[in-house]
């Protein structure tokens, strides 16, 4: 009688696949593990251009860092009062959410054994400024709406492929957060 053991899953698609797996495997195991604090710092350059670190966050039980700091700027265009030296602070969100969003996919298919050939993410968002620049109260402050859509190629039937975008909406942080909201608390500390 021959044990029934699955061939071990290979790298797919830049997803180191057997590791993606063992460590959801282990986390499952471990739950106080999957406890995550991430972090960025920012600091007012001048105008409406900032700039925000990212190195060290908390994970796996203990504090960690990236290899390297990342750093990301934002601005405003002229057309806005700014000098256009970065994406705005708006721009970067849609770029959060594009980016959670195809993280999850290229996760998901190398997981499922689907070689991905092209996957292309559009996300638009709609925004009225009259809220945030205090014309209207009646108008919010955020995007009134964001479309999100999907151009995706690999070798699994559309039906399949469809299944992918699904699940990575399912499973992403970015888009949890924007459509069910999470608490935030703003302090300050003042310096004279």
């Given at each position: 009688?021959?044990?029934?053991?699955?061939?071990?899953?290979?790298?797919?698609?830049?997803?180191?696949?057997?590791?993606?797996?063992?460590?959801?495997?282990?986390?499952?195991?471990?739950?106080?593990l999957a406890?995550?604090?991430?972090?960025?710092?920012?600091?007012?350059?001048?105008?409406?251009?900032?700039?925000?670190?990212?190195?060290?966050?908390?994970?796996?039980?203990?504090?960690?860092?990236?290899?390297?700091?990342?750093?990301?700027?934002?601005?405003?265009?002229?057309?806005?009062?700014?000098?256009?030296?970065?994406?705005?602070?708006?721009?970067?969100?849609?770029?959060?959410?594009?980016?959670?969003?195809?993280?999850?996919?290229?996760?998901?298919?190398?997981?499922?054994?689907?070689?991905?050939?092209?996957?292309?993410?559009?996300?638009?968002?709609?925004?009225?400024?009259?809220?945030?620049?205090?014309?209207?109260?009646?108008?919010?402050?955020?995007?009134?709406?964001?479309?999100?859509?999907f151009e995706?190629?690999?070798?699994?039937?559309?039906?399949?492929?469809?299944?992918?975008?699904?699940?990575?909406?399912?499973?992403?942080?970015?888009?949890?957060?924007?459509?069910?909201?999470?608490?935030?608390?703003?302090?300050?500390?003042?310096?004279?």
């Amino acid at each position: 009688m021959q044990p029934n053991t699955k061939p071990a899953r290979l790298p797919l698609n830049g997803v180191d696949t057997p590791n993606l797996l063992a460590t959801i495997n282990f986390v499952a195991g471990q739950p106080e593990l999957a406890k995550f604090q991430f972090r960025a710092h920012n600091e007012w350059i001048e105008g409406t251009h900032s700039k925000s670190v990212m190195h060290g966050f908390y994970g796996a039980g203990q504090e960690q860092k990236h290899e390297k700091p990342f750093y990301a700027d934002s601005d405003h265009p002229a057309i806005l009062c700014g000098a256009d030296n970065a994406p705005t602070p708006v721009e970067w969100l849609l770029h959060g959410l594009a980016s959670c969003l195809m993280a999850g996919l290229a996760n998901i298919a190398a997981a499922r054994g689907i070689k991905l050939t092209k996957v292309k993410c559009l996300v638009d968002g709609d925004i009225d400024l009259r809220g945030i620049l205090g014309i209207s109260d009646e108008v919010r402050n955020g995007f009134q709406n964001i479309q999100v859509s999907f151009e995706v190629e690999g070798d699994a039937p559309a039906e399949k492929l469809q299944q992918l975008v699904e699940q990575a909406r399912a499973r992403s942080a970015v888009f949890d957060v924007l459509t069910k909201g999470v608490p935030v608390t703003v302090s300050i500390k003042t310096i004279q």
